[in-house]
């Protein structure tokens, strides 16, 4: 190890800058955002830095519109470089090694005594990332990777914590019992009122455990959208919670290579559904969600698309409500939204669609019943889900109800996919052609004036 990584606290120590451009500008922001007094040294400064000292009052600096020397290194506790003058940069380093204070000159680690890390900012939780200064690069590439699993509010649940840690010690004075207890709410419940932004029922919910002590865990249903099937699609939250899971729950829309995300050691119930043929009934999926619930289980509900865009999720939610079972909704790129953008098919377009429809060609009755005289209409983009089995009808009504016979329609295959097929017709022809390719479900329709647009944009589309 090259470097140790320690956090220095800053707060009324004296801090030398040297540079007014950009760079400097970034590390100045760093130094005052810790509560540093600075000295900022150049000839001149950049806009933003300028800014900077006009609209924050607060601000703890002294600026010196003139050449670096020496003396200013006089009382100072770090020193920063951030010239693209080489020989200054050397005497800055050189002279503060004399001084024997710690010094960091930008994108120079052999004139440095210590290096500036990639960092992720979630106060008063704090993430550093170094890389010995080889790569600053691969540095910031893993922060954003590191950052896209931290809650934006991670650290108001660390403030939560802080607030009620005397509390808690008291309540439960055994080492193992108080870790097992800060361990449950930081995966549970509490923690998920926090990073929804629900503080008061956070703490609320937090005192009523310390209350019950070292109680059994409550278990939570999580209604995830996994999107249409990329795993690039799902959101950073879909992602925590499939890795808190202790059980999934999945169906066949959910890909592979998304399931293959969810924690390694959750329990795994396949309720897979194809039209007229539901292996599991959303009666017994409704149930069995609830039950393992209670249990103190984190129940883990992953549906292709989103859970409230025909995916059954407002009535498992209404189950749960029933139950008194605690649950939470995360949305899904839904498979209209990235069906078309990987088909180079925009939903509305000033010139072709003003509008854009969702309807389900599978009802509760497996009837293919709609009402057709809003859906037939033009300047509108209509995309139907489970519509496959039921296009026959659908074509047909439509023209029946007054949708030009020639209006573009595209079928998708397993949109976002690696077996993703587009095939493209028109009202009057898309059945056969449907059976002249054998499209199978899943498969989804989009219809409109729009889907000429697919030639010209699927070259550019994802």
Same mark, same amino acid.
């Given at each position: 190890m090259d470097y140790l990584p320690i956090f220095t606290k800053l707060s009324d120590k004296h801090c030398l800058v040297v540079g007014g451009g950009n760079v400097a500008e970034r590390k100045l922001s760093l130094l005052v955002e810790a509560g540093a007094e600075v000295t900022l040294v150049a000839p001149s400064i950049n806009e933003p830095i300028q800014e900077l000292i006009k609209n924050d009052s607060q601000i703890s600096l002294n600026l010196i519109e003139d050449g670096y020397h020496s003396s &200013?290194?006089?009382?100072?506790? &770090?020193v920063i470089a951030a010239t693209d003058d080489q020989a200054l940069n050397e005497a800055v380093?050189?002279?503060a090694a004399e001084r024997h204070i710690f010094v960091n000159v930008v994108d120079n680690p052999s004139l440095c005594t210590f290096i500036m890390p990639a960092m992720i900012d979630r106060s008063p939780v704090t993430i550093a990332i170094g890389t010995g200064g080889t790569s600053p690069v691969l540095a910031r590439l893993l922060r954003g990777k590191i950052e896209a699993l931290i809650p934006h509010r991670f650290g108001a649940l660390a403030g939560l914590a802080a607030k009620y840690r005397e509390r808690v010690k008291a309540a439960l004075p055994k080492g193992p019992t108080r870790k097992a207890f800060w361990e449950e709410i930081f995966e549970g419940e509490v923690a998920e009122q926090v990073f929804s932004g629900n503080q008061a029922e956070a703490e609320q919910q937090l005192e009523a455990r310390i209350d019950q002590g070292s109680s059994a865990q409550q278990g939570e249903v999580y209604l995830v959208g996994a999107g249409p099937g990329d795993p690039d699609l799902l959101s950073f939250r879909a992602l925590r919670l499939m890795q808190k899971a202790d059980i999934v729950i999945y169906d066949r829309l959910v890909s592979k290579e998304i399931l293959n995300l969810v924690r390694r050691d959750a329990d795994r119930l396949y309720v897979g559904k194809e039209a007229s043929n539901h292996c599991v009934p959303q009666s017994q999926i409704n149930e069995m969600l609830y039950k393992l619930a209670k249990e103190g289980k984190r129940v883990l509900r992953l549906k292709g698309g989103d859970p409230f865009i025909f995916g059954r999720g407002g009535e498992e939610a209404e189950e749960l409500f029933a139950e008194g079972v605690p649950f939470q909704v995360v949305p899904g790129i839904t498979?209209?939204?990235?069906?078309?953008?990987?088909?180079?098919?925009?939903?509305t377009h000033r010139d072709y669609a003003?509008?854009?429809?969702?309807?389900?060609?599978?009802?509760?009755?497996?009837?293919?019943?709609?009402?057709?005289?809003? &859906?037939?209409?033009?300047?509108?983009?209509?995309?139907?889900y489970m519509g496959l089995g039921g296009l026959k009808v659908i074509s047909r009504e439509l023209i029946a109800h007054g949708l030009p016979a020639d209006t573009p329609v595209a079928v998708i295959h397993k949109a976002t996919q690696a077996e993703q097929r587009v095939l493209i017709s028109d009202l009057t022809h898309v059945v056969q052609k449907v059976q002249d390719e054998d499209m199978r479900p899943p498969s989804l329709l989009i219809i409109g004036r729009v889907v000429a647009l697919h030639d010209q944009l699927k070259a550019k589309a994802i």
């Open positions: &200013l290194m006089d009382g100072m506790d &770090l380093s050189r002279d498979a209209a939204s990235g069906a078309s953008t990987y088909c180079g098919i925009p939903l003003q509008s854009v429809t969702f309807a389900t060609g599978h009802l509760k009755n497996d009837a293919v019943d709609l009402d057709w005289p809003s &859906l037939a209409r033009e300047n509108q983009t209509l995309v139907i």
